[in-house]
């Protein structure tokens, strides 16, 4: 049998697919919190919590036109670990994907499972053995309709999305309109610009890139999208951008609802900001706006990182079956399967959030090797068709590199122990992928990829 099972990756995301896959993905809990904690970096300053929003969505931005170029000159599934493979070797691209499935993208669905079932437990009282089950059950629902097929996984992506982006518009257009935070807005900027202001900035750069990580998954999809040369690059730019005003929004609805120093006091400035408005009934209301935030948040990350694994098998550096595309469904299923068998697993035993804690920050090592092969990919090929080119190289990828360092660098800085320990991790795969390689004798299987739609 050959690799793909008699099945091939069929093209059938469009424009609007990509747009509502990057935001779902991206829009989980963090813009219901972080933007608390930045406020209270910020010293409760007004100007400098909002230009760290702006400047961290503008390196996303940076980062997305990079991609954006890699994924029009080489519109394949796996996305980033196929950028990585081609630029700096199998080698590195391996040890993403292995971080990846082992915890980076399974944790991140076990982290969403779990709290999709604790905020239904806030309108529905659900004991802790229920609780486990609402969260098997979410993962096996979204399992089911990825198996389905990707125009089925990817309308329901759409729906979600787009009902979570209303909400968010419509929450911050109440905040603004009927907040009354303006009255004590205080100083706006930092009395002196001296190096603790730029210190607090960056350390609250931290928690807005996190709030910004998730628009690389939509890399993993380029290769079942139609016509990607053109609708790949416009998609993910257009996607990000949207991100940013999305977020400024939001942030000056708190604000408005809150002032600053309430904000900067705030654990839950979305839950405080809605309370400050609607009374008692705001909980509720957040808990279904934040629902249906996980539910797509956690879809997303179904939809595209199977199509990494997909891609390391067909490479020959994973499990063979995880290469095999459904002849009907045209969906990789083995690969769905396995992320959400081993999501669960780690949703139940509740190891993931150490996992985590200790690997995730090692993704944006990942995050910022994909920029930079734009170089190497520009020098060995410059001939090559590239229907898209990152506006403001090389200084484009530069600058989104170095916030990808300088986030590595401040975990590494601040917790060293677990930083070592994800590292620790991360290399680990490093004689798992010299067996899969003498194994599978580094032959990669042949991927076919039909232009036909799904039906």
């Not at 690799?3 to 990756?9: K, R």
């Not at 230009?51 to 990079?66: D, H, N, P, Q, R």
């Not at 009907?328 to 081993?342: H, M, N, Q, Y």
């Amino acid at each position: 049998m050959s690799a793909t099972g008699g099945g091939s990756l069929r093209r059938t995301l469009g424009f609007g697919d990509l747009v509502l896959l990057t935001l779902g993905t991206v829009i989980g809990s963090g813009i219901f919190l972080v933007p608390g904690v930045v406020m209270k970096q910020s010293n409760g300053r007004l100007g400098l919590a909002l230009l760290v929003w702006i400047v961290g969505g503008v390196l996303s931005f940076l980062g997305a036109l990079t991609y954006a170029e890699l994924g029009a000159s080489r519109p394949d599934a796996g996305g980033l670990y196929t950028y990585i493979r081609d630029a700096f070797g199998p080698l590195p691209a391996f040890l993403y994907g292995w971080t990846s499935f082992l915890v980076i993208a399974s944790g991140s669905v076990a982290t969403l499972a779990v709290a999709f079932s604790s905020y239904l437990g806030q309108i529905v009282p659900l004991g802790p053995p229920m609780s486990k089950v609402i969260a098997l059950v979410m993962i096996a629902l979204i399992a089911a309709v990825n198996i389905r097929g990707t125009r089925a996984s990817a309308s329901m992506e759409n729906v979600a999305t787009g009902v979570k982006v209303a909400a968010l518009i419509i929450m911050a257009g109440a905040l603004i309109a009927v907040g009354r935070g303006w009255r004590d807005v205080g100083p706006i900027w930092p009395d002196t610009w001296n190096g603790s202001v730029f210190v607090a900035a960056g350390t609250a750069m931290i928690g807005v890139l996190w709030a910004y990580e998730g628009w690389q998954y939509v890399t993993f999809s380029a290769g079942e999208t139609r016509d990607p040369q053109r609708v790949f690059p416009r998609a993910i730019a257009l996607a990000t951008f949207a991100l940013v005003v999305l977020y400024v929004l939001a942030n000056v609805g708190y604000i408005a609802a809150l002032g600053p120093a309430t904000a900067a006091k705030s654990d839950h400035v979305a839950a405080d900001a809605m309370g400050a408005i609607l009374g008692s009934v705001s909980g509720k209301l957040l808990s279904v706006l934040v629902l249906v935030s996980i539910f797509s948040a956690t879809n997303g990350l179904m939809l595209t990182a199977p199509r990494l694994y997909f891609a390391m098998a067909r490479d020959g550096v994973f499990f063979e079956r995880l290469a095999r595309i459904s002849p009907t469904r045209g969906t990789p299923i083995a690969a769905i399967v396995s992320l959400a068998a081993w999501s669960a697993v780690l949703a139940l035993s509740g190891t993931f959030e150490q996992l985590l804690t200790y690997v995730v920050f090692a993704g944006w090592i990942f995050y910022g090797l994909g920029a930079l092969a734009v170089f190497p990919l520009r020098s060995r090929t410059p001939d090559a068709e590239r229907p898209f080119r990152a506006p403001g190289y090389p200084l484009t990828p530069l600058l989104f590199a170095a916030s990808a360092a300088m986030l590595v660098l401040n975990t590494m800085r601040e917790r060293p122990t677990q930083a070592l320990a994800g590292l620790g991790v991360v290399l680990l795969g490093t004689p798992v992928f010299y067996l899969w390689r003498a194994r599978s004798g580094a032959r990669p299987a042949a991927l076919a990829i039909s232009n036909q739609p799904e039906d």
